[in-house]
């Protein structure tokens, strides 16, 4: 069985960067696209990123373009999403997703 783990989250102050982590056991983490979904309080769950297996195709929420990196370490079994220029509407709990499974997600808050 799937599992993946998310680390990472935490209050940052506006204008900061935060690295939030997903890390994957149970399947074969090198052979599945990975993202990166959030969900605000209230609101719908949104996509923010995703890698391809090898990292060569990444693409991006409009919201993320420009300040969000994803990245993968397949040696590793994890998938990273380094968030700079950091807003408060970026306030979310982050999820990963890969091989259809849904990891707990990370809080991530956004204020002064």
């Known amino acids: 069985q799937g599992q993946l783990v998310e680390s990472g989250g935490g209050l940052v102050q506006p204008g900061g960067s935060l690295r939030v982590s997903c890390a994957a056991s149970?399947?074969?983490?090198?052979?599945?696209?990975m993202s990166w979904y959030r969900q605000a309080p209230g609101k719908e769950r949104d996509f923010v990123a995703s890698?391809?297996?090898?990292?060569?195709?990444?693409n991006y929420a409009d919201s993320a373009k420009g300040r969000f990196t994803i990245s993968r370490d397949n040696a590793k079994n994890t998938v990273y999403l380094q968030m700079n220029s950091l807003k408060p509407e970026d306030t979310a709990v982050y999820l990963c997703?890969?091989?259809?499974?849904w990891g707990q997600g990370t809080h991530v808050t956004v204020s002064s």
């Open positions: 149970g399947f074969t983490f090198r052979s599945y696209t």
């Open positions: 890698i391809s297996i090898t990292g060569g195709i990444r």
């Open positions: 997703r890969g091989a259809g499974v």
